[in-house]
Every structure is written in structure tokens, then in C-alpha cells.
T-cell receptor, first 115, second 114 residues
Framework: NAGVMQNPRHLVRRRGQEARLRCSPM?????VYWYRQLPEEGLKFMVY????????ESGMPKERFSAEFPKEGPSILRIQQVVRGDSAAYFC?????????????FGSGTRLTVV | GESVGLHLPTLSVQEGDNSIINCAYS??????FIWYKQESGKGPQFIID?????DKRQGQRVTVLLNKTVKHLSLQIAATQPGDSAVYFC?????????????FGTGTRLTVIP
């Protein structure tokens, strides 16, 4: 049973380009959470999704950032017109139900570098 | 060795000693707490959790203590090993909107000296 798979592991984008980060949850998990981590800091919640629904996007910037979790395929975090400040590690976690009752499993993250 | 995560983000201990990592959490309504270990270049790895109706929980070589009165959480690692070197985060959870997302502390870097 593969864990939470994130790809790519490393992504380099020039300012103004788009970044697409993918997260395949563990088999049987229908709840996905995205977090951002700056160097030497803790993870900051961005968005929580269930299949085809955004449940809570209170941690996501209002502009340039979007997330989806389609019926088929991985969850996608998209950052449009990237800026240097978007450089960070982005982690995805999945759960078979609400995380507080079922626990969270994290992927290895995507490290985005904006040059 | 002992560390308060927010004020002393680095903790160095001798191999074989016990480690204590502390965390002051923010929300008195938090009802679920998790300790994670994060090694360089990797995602957070679950260590142990505790719910607010408990004040102590033990795992293999690890113990978590919860003091709700002062909103304090600690992780004790017995007989610390070089493989324990990592950054340790506490995370808290409360069900505000049904989202059950986690709020992470700043983290403490544990270095084990062989």
C-alpha cells in the first residue's frame, strides 16, 4: 500500500510561470489537506478537500492559488504567476475520514523554487 | 535535556540520555494533539497523539504529557538514539468548521551527539 505520493519532488519555476503540484492520497483516502512550509518554520494549513469539494480554503491566498480534488485522479494545487515568496515546501496529507478521528498521513512534499 | 520549542528551537543531547521537547499550544478549545518528527527533505512522520480527555500517553520509547491548565504539551524520548535527530513539531486540532485541519507549532531541532 503506497503512501501519499506527491510529485514532482522538486519544481523550479521562473517568476510569472504556473506551478502545478500533484498529490495522490493513500488508497481508500478521500480527504486531502495541503500545507505549506517555509524554511525553519512549521507547516501552515492551506486547504482541505474531499472528492470534488473544497471544504475549507481559509488558509489559501485569495489570488493566484487554487486547488481541486477531482472524482478521478490526484489532487492538484495550482499556483499561477508565481513569485519568489511562493518558494516553499508544499505537503499533502490524506485521511480516510476526518483527520481528528482517523489520523493524517503526509507525503514527502514538493519543494518549489521560484527563480 | 529540555527545550521550550518557541524560545529554544535547538536541543542537543547525548546518545542514551532522555530528551524532553516542550510545546505551548494556542487554543484552549483544542481537543487533539499530535507530535510529528520531520527529517531533512521528508514529510512529517506521526510519532504519538493524545486527546484532551487524557493527560499522558505512552508509546515505544516516547511519552506525551498534556497539561490543559497551562496549555502545555511535552514529548519525552527515552534513551535517545542518533536516528532520533530531526525537527519535532507539535500540532493541535480543534473542530471549528468541521475541517479538522492541524495547526503546527514552530518546531524544535533535536541533535543527538554520539
Amino acid at each position: 500500500n503506497a503512501g501519499v505520493m506527491q510529485n514532482p519532488r522538486h519544481l523550479v519555476r521562473r517568476r510569472g510561470q504556473e506551478a502545478r503540484l500533484r498529490c495522490s492520497p493513500m488508497k481508500g483516502h478521500s480527504h486531502v489537506y495541503w500545507y505549506r512550509q517555509l524554511p525553519e518554520e512549521g507547516l501552515k494549513f492551506m486547504v482541505y478537500l474531499q472528492k470534488e469539494n473544497i471544504i475549507d480554503e481559509s488558509g489559501m491566498p485569495k489570488e493566484r492559488f487554487s486547488a481541486e480534488f477531482p472524482k478521478e485522479g490526484p489532487s492538484i494545487l495550482r499556483i499561477q504567476q508565481v513569485v519568489r515568496g511562493d518558494s516553499a515546501a508544499y505537503f499533502c496529507a490524506s485521511s480516510p475520514g476526518d483527520g481528528a478521528n482517523y489520523g493524517y498521513t503526509f507525503g514527502s512534499g514538493t519543494r518549489l523554487t521560484v527563480v | 535535556g529540555e527545550s521550550v520549542g518557541l524560545h529554544l528551537p535547538t536541543l542537543s543531547v547525548q546518545e542514551g540520555d532522555n530528551s524532553i521537547i516542550n510545546c505551548a499550544y494556542s487554543n484552549s478549545a483544542s481537543d487533539y494533539f499530535i507530535w510529528y518528527k520531520q527529517e531533512s527533505g521528508k514529510g512529517p512522520q506521526f510519532i504519538i497523539d493524545i486527546r484532551s480527555n487524557m493527560d499522558k500517553r505512552q508509546g515505544q520509547r516516547v511519552t506525551v504529557l498534556l497539561n490543559k491548565t497551562v496549555k502545555h504539551l511535552s514529548l519525552q524520548i527515552a534513551a535517545t538514539q542518533p536516528g532520533d535527530s530531526a525537527v519535532y513539531f507539535c500540532a493541535e486540532n480543534w473542530d471549528q468548521t468541521g475541517a479538522n485541519n492541524l495547526f503546527f507549532g514552530t518546531g524544535t531541532r533535536l541533535t543527538v551527539i554520539p
